[in-house]
Structures are given as structure tokens and as C-alpha cells.
């Protein structure tokens, strides 16, 4: 079995290239070197994953999301995910209570038993046109069924929203099941 060795400035290496995005001193506010590792891939290729962690912040509103750099064997970048664009960095104008107000509009859910609001890298999301960005992601969760089994399923509406504009980017409903 083989070793892939992480070279020792693969860490300053992905530092860079967020930098190159964001500049120095906002790299510096925001983020911070989170995890190192080393995979196996499913074909029997190492590769190594280095994860910075992006600090995320409006109004009273903090979260934490994963800015990502994939390397290979021979160490090149193969992929990366969660690097802000210039056109996408704080300060974002759209604070969480305005998120949810807005969201509430758009989706009109209703009952609900909860409710999660987080700023999030929307890119992993399956939106039409594909939107590669930081947004604001409101969940509305809502019971359609339980039974004394423990299960219980309904349905989750997440409305996609614009950091600075509060533009709706997409509402989508989709059914959930859980074991309690």
C-alpha cells in the first residue's frame, strides 16, 4: 500500500490560492486552516484534501462553511469548492431576520415545527441556472405523518436567496423521513 505524503506547504499552497480570490486582509478576518487529510479514492488513488474554514458573518448571524482544495498524487490542484468570488464577500446586506421575512413570502409555508436559516455555498445545491455562490438557505420543516414507531416524515421548503440583494434564487419542497 502506498503513502501519500502531504509536502509541507500544500497548506500555504491552498492559502494562496484563496487569497489570490479575497486579498490578504480578508483572508486573514475570515478564515482559518480547519483539517489535513489523506484519502484512499475508490479506484485505489490517494489524494489530499485541505480544508480552511470560512467564517461567515451579518448582523447577529455566524456560521461556519468548508472552503475545500482537493490534490493528487503528484500534488496539483484537482479540485476545489466553497472559495468565495470577489463578487461574493462580506459585507452581505441581507440580514438573517430580512432573510426569513422574505423567504416566508416567497414560500408561504405555513404551519412549521422549525425553522433553519444558515448562509451557505449554494454550488452543491442542483439549481437551474447553477448558482456557484455564498446564499442564504431558509428551511421551513413541516410533520405530515407520525406513528408510534418512532418515524415520522413531512416535508422540508428551502428558499435560496441573494446575500446582498435578498433576490429569491429558488423554493423547493421536498418529503423527509426520520427516525426519532
Known amino acids: 500500500m ?3 505524503k502531504l509536502k509541507e506547504e500544500t497548506p500555504q499552497i491552498v492559502a494562496k490560492l484563496i487569497l489570490d480570490k479575497v486579498g490578504q486582509a480578508y483572508f486573514q478576518n475570515n478564515f482559518y486552516l480547519y483539517s489535513q487529510v489523506v ?3 475508490t479506484d485505489g488513488d490517494w489524494f489530499a484534501q ?3 474554514a470560512y467564517v461567515l458573518r451579518v448582523g447577529n448571524h455566524t456560521n461556519l462553511e468548508d472552503s475545500s482544495v482537493w490534490f493528487d ?3 496539483n ?4 469548492q466553497g472559495i468565495p ?3 461574493n464577500l462580506m459585507p452581505f446586506n441581507v440580514t438573517e431576520d430580512q ?3 422574505i423567504a416566508r413570502s416567497a414560500a408561504e409555508p405555513g404551519d412549521y415545527f422549525r425553522l433553519d436559516a444558515n448562509i451557505r455555498n449554494v454550488g452543491t445545491f442542483d439549481l437551474s441556472p447553477r448558482v456557484d455562490k455564498y446564499a442564504w438557505v431558509v428551511s421551513f420543516w413541516k410533520v405530515t405523518s407520525a406513528n408510534n414507531s418512532g418515524l415520522s416524515s413531512g416535508t422540508v421548503t428551502d428558499v435560496v436567496l441573494d446575500v446582498c440583494t435578498g433576490w429569491v434564487y429558488s423554493v423547493r419542497t421536498y418529503q423527509y423521513m426520520i427516525a426519532s
Open 73 to 75: 498524487e503528484g500534488g
Open 77 to 80: 490542484v484537482i479540485r476545489t
Open 2 to 4: 502506498r503513502a501519500l
Open 50 to 52: 485541505i480544508l480552511y
Open 99 to 101: 432573510a426569513i421575512a
Open 85 to 87: 468570488e470577489v463578487d
Open 39 to 41: 484519502l484512499n479514492g
